[in-house]
């Protein structure tokens, strides 16, 4: 099958839909699939690569300097009288399109995919949908972000945060009407995007999982070398964070917990992997609350050694409100670690309160912190929650979500009036 996956955020970017549209192209192709990928360029030049047995057409792109780009580390802000100045514009801005539709055209012509699955809802998603609407061509889409994770990035849409989330709401709901089949990866991220009357939404969606490489996950000891690479502590007790450090993954109320934290293990070290617009803030924060030696942010790290700091932890603690399924908790999960997290967003589905995780109410700081501290101070609780870590992310295999996706594509093509191309071969590991 040929199969043209469309996204306006792609690897290397550190973001769940740019994660997944890489292991989903790189999946499908080694499944024998034909697979091209259409992205905005990094380096604002149209070209074309191909690796890992995927062709990817980079677009020419440009800036968009209110918005980082996620691949390079978010420099620190300007200091005026002691103060940090709050950053409105970034040397490292995202990479956009402004006018895809010709280029894309032109690939996609060459191509001649069977079908289009489109990650995002911006300027090459709406190329997407006229391509195919043009040329009959059978379309999936994928919602993967609530409007929380754009408004709160750009501090300048503030004032009118609350009715721009409503339209974006309807909007991102409405983006997925122009398929054939939508998936979103969460039962209840279906929920709180998509109107409750499902019948009058035209379109079957789908809860699928992002899915991971569980071969790549697993309750082992992380080596040596990790520890010393990222100046970890090999003998203190960790609790972890990874993902995008952004004012929306709430980060600060986890800062904030982890002080009351070493009131009763003050040997514990809290470890935020990552980068993005709030680490400032929130090594100010450190600061401010004496915790500053206890805080460690090793910046962004990458697949594989990312897979290894996993091993370091004793738990994993998120505080975000806005995941419609939260990529990296299933990596957690697959290496063993008991989670603490928020009842908000698709949270729950990943963190099962009382099984493998502890849920706390958005904001409450103290339930966070007593949370982090039952779970250092009770090894069984510890390796309990883990065990049921590792039956979560069983449901969460990159390999079941792939074969069901190829399922869709199928479906999808049929749903067009159009034949189903013979299958290859299929290598499920």
Same mark, same amino acid.
């Given at each position: 099958?040929r199969?043209a996956?469309?996204?306006d955020?792609?690897?290397?970017m550190?973001?769940?839909?740019?994660?997944?549209?890489?292991?989903? %192209?790189?999946g499908?192709?080694?499944?024998g699939h034909e697979?091209l990928?259409?992205?905005?360029?990094?380096?604002?030049?149209q070209?074309?690569?191909?690796?890992d047995?995927?062709?990817?057409?980079?677009?020419?792109?440009?800036?968009?300097p209110?918005?980082?780009?996620q691949?390079?580390e978010v420099?620190?802000?300007?200091?005026f009288l002691?103060?940090?100045?709050?950053?409105?514009a970034y040397?490292? &801005?995202?990479?956009i399109?402004v006018?895809?539709?010709?280029?894309?055209k032109?690939?996609?012509?060459?191509?001649r995919?069977?079908?289009?699955?489109n990650q995002?809802?911006?300027?090459?998603?709406?190329a997407?949908?006229?391509?195919?609407k043009?040329y009959?061509?059978?379309?999936?889409? *994928?919602?993967?972000?609530?409007?929380?994770?754009?408004?709160s990035?750009?501090?300048?849409?503030?004032?009118i945060?609350k009715?721009?989330?409503?339209?974006?709401r *309807?909007?991102?709901?409405?983006?997925?009407?122009?398929?054939?089949?939508a998936t979103?990866?969460?039962?209840?991220?279906i929920?709180?995007?998509?109107?409750?009357?499902r019948?009058s939404?035209n379109?079957?969606v789908e809860?699928?999982?992002?899915?991971?490489?569980?071969?790549?996950?697993?309750p082992?000891?992380?080596p040596?070398k990790?520890?010393r690479?990222?100046?970890?502590?090999?003998?203190?007790p960790i609790?972890?964070y990874?993902?995008?450090?952004?004012p929306?993954k709430? +980060?600060s109320?986890?800062v904030?917990?982890?002080?009351?934290?070493?009131?009763?293990?003050?040997d514990?070290?809290?470890?935020?992997?990552?980068?993005g617009t709030?680490r400032r803030?929130?090594v100010d924060?450190?600061q401010?609350?004496?915790i500053?030696?206890?805080v460690?942010?090793p &910046?962004?790290?990458?697949?594989?050694?990312?897979?290894?700091?996993?091993?370091?932890?004793q738990l994993?603690?998120?505080a975000?409100?806005?995941? *419609?399924?939260?990529?990296?908790?299933?990596?957690?999960? %697959?290496t063993? +670690?008991?989670?603490?997290a928020?009842?908000?967003?698709?949270?729950?589905?990943?963190?099962q309160?009382?099984?493998? &995780?502890?849920?706390c109410?958005?904001?409450?700081?103290?339930?966070?912190?007593?949370?982090?501290?039952?779970?250092?101070t009770?090894?069984?609780?510890?390796k309990k929650y &883990?065990?049921?870590s590792?039956e979560?992310?069983?449901?969460?295999d990159?390999?079941?979500?792939?074969?069901?996706?190829?399922e869709?594509?199928?479906e999808?093509?049929?749903?067009?009036?159009k034949k189903?191309p013979?299958?290859?071969?299929?290598?499920?590991?």
């Amino acid at each position: 099958m040929r199969i043209a996956i469309t996204s306006d955020l792609y690897y290397p970017m550190t973001n769940g839909v740019a994660v997944f549209a890489h292991n989903l %192209a790189k999946g499908l192709a080694q499944q024998g699939h034909e697979v091209l990928v259409i992205c905005p360029s990094f380096n604002g030049r149209q070209h074309r690569e191909k690796r890992d047995g995927v062709t990817t057409f980079y677009l020419r792109s440009i800036r968009f300097p209110f918005y980082p780009d996620q691949i390079n580390e978010v420099p620190a802000g300007k200091e005026f009288l002691g103060m940090s100045l709050p950053r409105l514009a970034y040397r490292h &801005g995202l990479w956009i399109t402004v006018d895809p539709y010709p280029a894309m055209k032109k690939a996609l012509n060459k191509f001649r995919p069977d079908v289009i699955h489109n990650q995002t809802a911006e300027m090459i998603a709406f190329a997407a949908r006229r391509y195919a609407k043009k040329y009959d061509v059978p379309m999936v889409s *994928t919602g993967h972000a609530y409007p929380d994770n754009i408004t709160s990035q750009l501090k300048i849409l503030k004032p009118i945060k609350k009715p721009l989330d409503a339209i974006l709401r *309807t909007y991102m709901a409405s983006f997925l009407k122009h398929s054939e089949y939508a998936t979103m990866p969460t039962e209840m991220a279906i929920d709180d995007l998509v109107p409750k009357k499902r019948k009058s939404f035209n379109v079957t969606v789908e809860p699928l999982s992002n899915g991971v490489d569980l071969s790549k996950f697993g309750p082992k000891k992380a080596p040596a070398k990790i520890y010393r690479k990222y100046h970890l502590p090999k003998d203190k007790p960790i609790a972890l964070y990874v993902g995008r450090v952004d004012p929306e993954k709430s +980060l600060s109320n986890v800062v904030s917990a982890f002080a009351t934290v070493l009131d009763k293990v003050p040997d514990a070290r809290l470890v935020i992997v990552g980068d993005g617009t709030d680490r400032r803030r929130l090594v100010d924060l450190a600061q401010a609350l004496g915790i500053e030696k206890e805080v460690i942010f090793p &910046g962004r790290i990458m697949p594989p050694d990312v897979m290894e700091v996993y091993r370091t932890a004793q738990l994993f603690v998120t505080a975000s409100e806005t995941e *419609t399924q939260g990529i990296v908790l299933i990596e957690a999960a %697959a290496t063993g +670690l008991p989670l603490v997290a928020v009842d908000a967003g698709a949270v729950r589905e990943l963190c099962q309160n009382r099984k493998n &995780g502890i849920l706390c109410q958005p904001g409450d700081v103290n339930k966070l912190a007593r949370a982090m501290i039952n779970l250092f101070t009770d090894e069984e609780l510890r390796k309990k929650y &883990g065990e049921y870590s590792l039956e979560v992310a069983k449901q969460h295999d990159l390999n079941r979500t792939l074969q069901r996706f190829v399922e869709i594509y199928e479906e999808a093509i049929i749903l067009k009036g159009k034949k189903v191309p013979k299958r290859k071969w299929q290598f499920w590991r």
